[in-house]
C-alpha cells in the first residue's frame, strides 16, 4: 500500500544510529530535518489499539513546507501550512508517496 510505505520508511529511521530521540517523548524521532511523532491509544488491557504519526519539517521552509498525519486507517494526510499537519487535512499527493507524478499538460 503507497499510503503507509513512506511514514514506514520514516519509521524505520527511527531505529537508525544517527537518529535523535528526544528524551521528554519516547516516541519522538528528530532526523534529517524532520520530526516523526507517533502515539499509540491503548485499550484497557495495554494493547495498542490505534495510533497516529505526525512528521514535520523541525525548520519550516528551510527544512521542509510539507506535514504529515497517519494513522491506523493508513490514509497519510498533508498540509503546507506551518504546523502539525490531521486527519482532516486533504491527503497527500501521489507523488509524496513515492508513486510517479505526470503532469497532465505535457505533450
Excluded at 520508511?9 to 532526523?31: C, F, I, L, M, T
Excluded at 494513522?71 to 497527500?92: Q, Y
Amino acid at each position: 500500500m503507497a499510503h503507509s510505505t513512506s511514514l514506514r520508511v520514516k519509521a524505520r529511521e527511527k531505529s537508525q544510529p544517527n537518529a535523535r530521540v528526544s528524551a521528554a517523548h519516547s516516541n519522538r524521532v528528530e532526523d534529517h530535518g524532520y520530526i516523526l511523532d507517533y502515539q499509540p491509544e491503548r485499550d484497557a488491557s495495554g494493547k495498542i489499539s490505534h495510533f497516529y504519526a505526525t512528521l514535520r519539517p523541525k525548520r519550516y521552509v528551510e527544512d521542509g513546507i510539507r506535514s504529515y498525519y497517519m494513522d491506523d486507517s493508513g490514509v497519510i494526510h498533508a498540509t503546507s501550512e506551518d504546523r502539525l499537519a490531521t486527519s482532516t487535512d486533504p491527503e497527500a499527493f501521489p507523488c509524496e508517496l513515492g508513486e510517479v507524478c505526470v503532469d497532465a499538460s505535457a505533450p
